[in-house]
């Protein structure tokens, strides 16, 4: 059975850090590709950064290019978003999905076949 479970999220002032965590199960990590998604209240779900299946390339949305960093452990079976220089509009839940042989992953959300059940992150002061 295959699951996602997101971790990490939390209160952080502007300028602060987090690290999500997506720890998975029930699949070979490796042949998945990993979106990190957000969605604010009263927006669409939007794609904020992949990594592909196989070691392959990893994309980041414009608003988070320089902040963000998507990383995976295979072994471990995890996949991490660390989060830096924060602002108020990354404020959303954060959600993991999942891409079955996903090569080169994109964060459309309609190509996503697992998603986790999301964790709220608020950057506030």
């Known amino acids: 059975q295959v699951q996602l479970v997101e971790s990490g999220g939390g209160l952080v002032r502007p300028g602060g850090s987090l690290r999500l965590s997506c720890a998975t199960s029930?699949?070979?990590?490796?042949?998945?590709?990993i979106g990190w998604f957000r969605q604010a209240p009263g927006k669409e779900r939007e794609g904020v950064s992949c990594t592909s299946s196989s070691n392959g390339p990893t994309y980041y949305a414009d608003s988070v290019k320089g902040r963000f960093t998507i990383s995976r452990d295979n072994a471990k079976n995890m996949v991490y978003l660390q989060m830096n220089s924060l602002k108020a509009e990354d404020t959303a839940v954060y959600y993991c999905?999942?891409?079955?042989?996903?090569?080169?992953?994109?964060?459309?959300?309609?190509?996503?076949?697992?998603w986790g059940q999301g964790t709220q992150v608020t950057v506030s002061s």
């Open positions: 999905g999942g891409e079955i042989l996903g090569i080169n992953c994109t964060v459309v959300v309609d190509s996503y076949d697992y």
């Open positions: 029930g699949f070979t990590l490796g042949h998945y590709a």
